[in-house]
């Protein structure tokens, strides 16, 4: 109890909006990412930061009148410009609001030290970019299963 209403996350629930922040400098991935929002059917709102300082700049607004809440998903990439994924995240992780909201990292890395970083940073889900297109489109699948997994 205390959590968000579960119906919000639900895919049946075609009226209801994903609030998503996407953390990526590159253009070519984030259509990638709003492909693979609109063929998995997901009603989003999607704020694109570029570098890690503007990540950090919109983690300090969340919440304050006028400003974006805190999202209920955070994609993740973890080279960022400027300052680096781990980074935001930690401060990302800091905001109370926010503690609880599932974070998929969305990066190229495979490096074991990269996954056992996040992984103790609490990540919800470790995507490696793919080179194939629809195996990259299955990044919708894994935000809707994200979300579902916070509704429980």
């Known amino acids: 109890m205390g959590r968000r209403s579960t119906s919000r996350f639900q895919k ?42 503007q990540a950090l700049r919109f983690v300090a607004r969340m919440g304050k009148p006028g400003e ?45 030290k990269d996954r056992g970083e996040m992984a103790a940073l609490g990540v919800t889900r470790y995507f490696k970019k793919p080179t194939d297109l629809d195996a990259y489109m299955e990044l919708g699948a894994v935000v809707l299963e994200a979300v579902a997994g916070k509704s429980k």
């Open 68 to 112: 974006p809440p805190c999202p209920d998903i955070f994609l993740l990439d973890l080279n960022l410009p400027r300052v680096d994924g781990p980074q935001v995240l930690r401060e990302f992780r800091r905001h109370s609001e926010c503690t609880e909201t599932p974070v998929i990292v969305v990066t190229s890395s495979d490096a074991p």
């Open 12 to 53: 049946a629930d075609a009226m209801s909006l994903l609030h998503i922040l996407l953390a990526e400098d590159n253009s070519g991935d984030v259509l990638l990412v709003r492909q693979a929002l609109v063929e998995n059917g997901i009603q989003h709102e999607l704020h694109v930061v570029q570098d890690g300082e």
